[in-house]
T-cell receptor
Framework: RKEVEQDPGPFNVPEGATVAFNCTYS??????FFWYRQDCRKEPKLLMS???SGNEDGRFTAQLNRASQYISLLIRDSKLSDSATYLC??????????FGTGTSLTVIP | NAGVTQTPKFQVLKTGQSMTLQCAQD?????MYWYRQDPGMGLRLIYY???????DKGEVPNGYNVSRLNKREFSLRLESAAPSQTSVYFC?????????????FGAGSRLTVL
């Protein structure tokens, strides 16, 4: 079983739509959670950390459900520039990071 | 603040040739990592260094060696390149001793082995 699993998509949504991605993790001892964004042929970049109480950054909302061991990312009012692959990343402790394979999003005009 | 810098950005090798990918970070991070990314496979950890003076194998270490030269630099060496090592390689660093343990990636090195 993979440590982190996410739906690879692709998600194709029209501009202005709301889209949600989910990610599940297998180890209940996981400590920190992140969403990264990766554009084609570029490096992953931190989109946002995910906190237990949930957190929001503009059009992006991240949620953590420790009981069910999943994290989510909600994107409201999708823009063309949101087209990318979104990676779910879990930190067990110290140097132990685990990645989902990524969810591909294409926002269509 | 440059963050994580890796070189070269592109490299073409013939089977059996050797090369070293260089990585340096200027954020005073204690941990450094080498990943490879292949289509449909996601990021896979090759080696990591939790702190200066230590290195450990990741998920796919075969065919690679690493050196943590100092706190800033972590190099990845391919002793005898094989076509299966054609990939995009990312170096990353993090401050695993702090509460803000976030991975920062370099821009990537695209390696083709013919």
């Amino acid at each position: 079983r993979k440590e982190v699993e996410q739906d690879p998509g692709p998600f194709n949504v029209p501009e202005g739509a709301t889209v949600a991605f989910n990610c599940t993790y297998s180890n209940s001892a996981s400590q920190s959670f992140f969403w990264y964004r990766q554009d084609c042929r570029k490096e992953p970049k931190l989109l946002m950390s995910v906190y237990s109480s949930g957190n929001e950054d503009g059009r992006f909302t991240a949620q953590l459900n420790r009981a069910s061991q999943y994290i989510s990312l909600l994107i409201r009012d999708s823009k063309l520039s949101d087209s990318a692959t979104y990676l779910c990343v879990v930190n067990m402790r110290g140097s132990q990071f685990y990645f989902g394979t990524g969810t591909s999003l294409t926002v269509i005009p | 603040n440059a963050g994580v810098t890796q070189t070269p950005k592109f490299q073409v090798l013939k089977t059996g040739q050797s090369m070293t990918l260089q990585c340096a970070q200027d954020m005073n991070h204690n941990s450094m990592y080498w990943y490879r990314q292949d289509p449909g496979m996601g990021l896979r950890l090759i080696y990591y260094s939790a702190s200066e003076g230590t290195t450990d194998k990741g998920e796919v270490p075969n065919g690679y060696n690493v050196s943590r030269l100092n706190k800033r630099e972590f190099s990845l060496r391919l002793e005898s390149a094989a076509p299966s090592q054609t990939s995009v390689y990312f170096c990353a660093s993090s401050d695993s001793s702090s509460g803000a343990n976030v991975l920062t990636f370099g821009a990537g090195s695209r390696l083709t082995v013919l």
